[in-house]
């Protein structure tokens, strides 16, 4: 007879992160909290703190921000898709997501016309530029 799932009541921020898939490990989980790039309810935590369900969490990814309520709390790390049913992302949140990854594909890579390695003529020319005294 297999065992039941445990249900909890409160676990660590930094480890309900990582169990989310927000962060690959728990300890990059636990640096976003303590540089505070994560904020519960608008405040700055230590990662540490408990958390439980119907805490609203701020979430910064580099120029991407998360606003979620989250639903419920797991031990282990899941696949993806058991992941997104540990939160809820706000109407709001979501939008605003969305329109910085569309602008984000609009604006080009700074370096995408640069073809890979320099030519044997553009690296003599290099090489007689940083050579001189």
């Not at 445990?6 to 728990?26: E, G, P």
């Not at 329109?99 to 604006?107: G, K």
């Amino acid at each position: 007879m297999p065992a039941e799932p445990l249900l909890l009541a409160a676990m660590r921020i930094d480890k309900w992160l990582w169990a989310a898939r927000f962060y690959r490990t728990r300890a990059l989980a636990a640096q976003a909290v303590a540089a505070g790039r994560v904020r519960l309810a608008g405040n700055a935590v230590k990662a540490a703190h408990i958390l439980r369900c119907g805490d609203e969490l701020e979430v910064n990814l580099g120029d991407l921000r998360w606003t979620i309520c989250v639903i419920a709390l797991a031990q282990q790390r899941r696949s993806a898709s058991e992941a997104r049913q540990l939160y809820h992302e706000s109407l709001a949140s979501s939008e605003r997501r969305t329109a910085q990854e569309a602008a984000r594909r609009l604006v080009p890579e700074p370096a995408r016309e640069l073809g890979g390695r320099p030519t044997k003529k553009a690296g003599r020319l290099i090489r007689n530029f940083t050579d001189r005294e």
